[in-house]
């Protein structure tokens, strides 16, 4: 079985501050992880992916995250937030087909909100 | 490219009333489909998924069903909704190939049961 956590349920930086948004996973099988966004009414938007080789990867709008196997993490940052970077992010993990009965299904963390200050 | 909708956007009924969403996907074939409910405060929650037509697991005992009559439409419906029932509802797709399964997210549909 996989989980997910992320830490903090809301995150508040200045504009132009760094955006750090916590993840950390548990599986039994090397994970694919994704963050996802969301904002306000809508669908979930997906930011980045990690499956294999590098593991540091980037995404749409400056974000990027690294997968620390180490650390069982998968960080998401941004060096300059924006305002218009406000929104819900989700981590989550899955194990693709090798999980078995996981196969195709995604793990999600509970969400981080984002507020940025002008 | 693939694109997927979800409609109504947004519902407002009564309690015991019926309740049909639909979700369609274009752009592929035999896609993997999934039906989520986000709750305030509660993240996301996998209701249904498909892997093919008629084909449906439901990951949550609950008071809705779902059904895949074509390929690229899958259907989520309740004879009589509860209070309960109310949430933001997500459809998504995935390629259905294995490997990374990465999902695609419709726009949702916003449901409110009074």
């Known amino acids: 079985a996989q989980s997910v956590t992320q830490l903090g349920s809301h995150v508040s930086v200045s504009e132009g501050a760094l955006v750090l948004l916590r993840c950390n996973y548990s599986?039994?099988?090397?994970?694919?992880l994704f963050w996802y966004v969301q904002y306000p009414n809508q669908g979930l938007q997906l930011l980045l992916k990690?499956?294999?080789?590098?593991?540091l990867v980037k995404g749409i709008n400056g974000f990027e995250a690294e997968f620390k196997k180490s650390e069982t993490s998968f960080h998401l940052t941004k060096p300059s937030a924006h305002m218009s970077d406000a929104a819900e992010y989700f981590c989550?993990?899955?194990?693709?087909?090798?999980?078995?009965?996981?196969?195709?299904?995604?793990?999600f963390g509970q969400g981080t909100i984002l507020t940025v200050h002008p | 490219s693939q694109t997927i909708h979800q409609w109504p956007a947004t519902l407002v009924q009564p309690v015991g009333s019926p309740l049909s969403l639909e979700c369609t996907v274009e752009?592929?074939?035999?896609?993997?489909l999934y039906w989520y409910r986000q709750a305030a405060g509660r993240g996301l929650q996998l209701l249904f998924y498909?892997?093919?037509?008629?084909?449906i697991s439901s990951e949550v005992p609950q008071n809705l069903s779902a059904s895949r009559p074509q390929d690229r439409q899958f259907i989520l419906s309740s004879k009589k909704l509860l209070l309960s029932d109310s949430g933001f509802y997500l459809c998504?797709?995935?390629?259905?190939?294995?490997?990374?399964?990465?999902?695609?997210f419709g726009p949702g549909t916003r449901l409110l049961v009074l």
């Open positions: 498909s892997v093919g037509i008629g084909q």
């Open positions: 990690y499956t294999t080789g590098a593991t």
């Open positions: 998504a797709w995935s390629d259905g190939l294995g490997g990374t399964e990465t999902q695609y």
């Open positions: 599986s039994s099988v090397p994970p694919y």
């Open positions: 752009g592929t074939s035999n896609p993997n």
């Open positions: 989550a993990v899955t194990v693709g087909i090798a999980g078995g009965t996981s196969y195709g299904k995604l793990t």
